[in-house]
């Protein structure tokens, strides 16, 4: 098993940066793919970045150039820096985890996904 735990969300101005962590704990070393995920209020969870234990990366194209997802294994936490962030950003934003570490992309809703965090709340005010 693996335990998630999210921080790092809050409230920022369109146009604010947030950096958000995922730290992750249990075993660990089976972890293949982590990732973030987001889901507005009446919209479907959508995924936002991919890393895998190779450390190769994955956006969903409307963030692209604006986030930048990371780990530090050494502190089995994964990172999310949001730049220019906008009101469409405001979400709950998620931490999740597999074992499998290929096909590793921002895409689908991540039901492909074993292990997950309880969220973090970012609101973007225009």
């Known amino acids: 098993q693996v335990q998630l735990a999210e921080s790092g969300g809050g409230s920022v101005q369109s146009g604010g940066s947030l950096t958000l962590s995922c730290e992750a704990s249990?075993?660990?070393?089976?972890?293949?793919?982590m990732g973030w995920f987001r889901q507005a209020p009446g919209q479907e969870r959508e995924a936002v970045a991919m890393i895998d234990r190779y450390g190769d990366t994955s956006y969903r194209d409307s963030v692209k150039g604006r986030v930048t997802i990371s780990q530090d294994n050494a502190d089995k936490t994964m990172y999310l820096q949001m730049n220019s962030l906008q009101p469409e950003d405001t979400a709950m934003y998620y931490c999740?985890?597999?074992?499998?570490?290929?096909?590793?992309?921002?895409?689908?809703?991540?039901?492909?996904?074993?292990?997950w965090g309880k969220g973090t709340l970012v609101t973007i005010s225009s």
């Open positions: 249990g075993q660990t070393d089976d972890v293949g793919c």
């Open positions: 999740a985890a597999r074992e499998t570490w290929w096909l590793c992309v921002a895409s689908g809703q991540g039901n492909d996904m074993d292990f």
